[in-house]
């Protein structure tokens, strides 16, 4: 069964970087775009970037852009997070989700379980 | 960028009733819609995607239409299991998330 499963999150202060993992596991992690979704605490979801199958098609929300990098090492089925210049406002649950189908861009299916980012002095 | 606007944000309903939350985009996104459901603490499900077509395992009281800029989710008889948070989800151009409308037991 397709799992994911973040990891990185924790406190930081602000300024202050982290880098976000997403493992794969339960399909053909090669053949999907891989995306990024973060919920801050009590507040609705935001798509934060997203990563092409192949990592040749890259975008990020305005929000992030500049500091956060997306990447993919397709051998080690695993997609993440570099999150720099972190401010309060980053704040959040990081999901990592896997598209509905393979090849294309759509709908996010499976979700990882997430990992919180605190950016607190 | 495509705003999505979500409309009731919070909806007050019993077992048994039909409700219908509807979103809005702010241009056209042909079908290019998802909805999902989320429950305190845990990740969202998806439930519809390509703003009709039910998701496996997911419950036929469920159902979803529209194309366009207008797009509802509507529940045909809610179950004690419905009352969550419900989000629909553009994308036809990156993506973006309406605000979310939360079910609660009336």
């Known amino acids: 069964q397709v799992q994911l499963v973040e990891s990185g999150g924790g406190l930081v202060k602000p300024g202050g970087s982290l880098r976000l993992s997403c493992a794969a596991s339960?399909?053909?992690?090669?053949?999907?775009?891989m995306s990024w979704i973060r919920q801050a605490p009590g507040k609705g979801l935001e798509w934060v970037s997203y990563?092409?199958?192949?990592?040749?098609?890259?975008y990020y929300a305005d929000s992030v852009k500049g500091r956060f990098t997306i990447s993919r090492d397709n051998a080690k089925n695993s997609v993440y997070l570099q999150v720099n210049s972190l401010r309060a406002e980053d704040t959040a649950v990081y999901y990592c989700?896997?598209?509905?189908?393979?090849?294309?861009?759509?709908?996010?299916?499976?979700w990882g379980q997430g990992t919180l980012v605190t950016v607190s002095s | 960028d495509i705003q999505m606007t979500q409309s009731p944000s919070t909806l007050s309903a019993s077992v048994g009733d039909r409700v219908t939350i509807t979103c809005r985009a702010s241009?056209?996104?042909?079908?290019?819609l998802a909805w999902y459901q989320q429950k305190p603490g845990k990740a969202p499900k998806l439930l519809i995607s390509?703003?009709?077509t039910l998701e496996s395992g997911v419950p036929s009281r469920f159902s979803g239409s529209g194309s366009g800029t207008e797009f509802t989710l509507t529940i045909s008889s809610l179950q004690p299991d419905d009352f969550a948070t419900y989000y629909c989800?553009?994308?036809?151009?990156?993506?973006?998330f309406g605000q979310g409308t939360k079910l609660e037991i009336k």
């Open positions: 339960g399909f053909t992690f090669s053949d999907y775009y």
């Open positions: 241009q056209s996104i042909s079908s290019w």
């Open positions: 390509k703003a009709s």
């Open positions: 989800q553009q994308y036809n151009s990156v993506y973006s």
């Open positions: 989700t896997r598209d509905r189908s393979s090849m294309v861009r759509g709908a996010h299916l499976h």
């Open positions: 990563i092409s199958s192949s990592g040749s098609s890259i």
